[in-house]
């Protein structure tokens, strides 16, 4: 029970993190899943795509396919409604570690 709760919040701070990456530039699976681990985030692809496809579907992503090396490579960009979720979630995410460090 206590590593479910502990994944549930981090998927949501994955979240934010791939807004903020798809925000500055394109992104894609296998490179985004080298940075989380750059961050000590250990998830598989067939959670990390979800999240995309997710993200998706939602309006905070869209979607560009290229070939790269004769292999088709998906690319995900932040939507403007994506842009304003991250900078909502910044806001939020400031309040509150404001308020947890705060003593």
Do not use: C, W
Not at 36 to 47: E, P, V
Not at 50 to 76: A, C, D, S
């Amino acid at each position: 029970m206590k590593n479910q709760l502990i994944r549930g919040f981090f998927l949501g701070f994955i979240k934010i993190h791939i807004l903020h990456h798809a925000s500055k530039e394109p992104i894609y699976g296998k490179e985004f899943s080298a940075e989380l681990q750059r961050h000590g985030y250990d998830i598989s692809f067939g959670t990390l795509y979800p999240i995309f496809h997710k993200l998706e579907q939602n309006g905070l992503l869209t979607r560009q396919k290229k070939t790269v090396g004769g292999k088709i490579r998906k690319y995900y960009s932040a939507t403007e409604s994506g842009k304003e979720m991250l900078e909502e979630a910044k806001r939020k995410s400031r309040e509150l570690v404001d308020e947890l460090f705060e003593d």
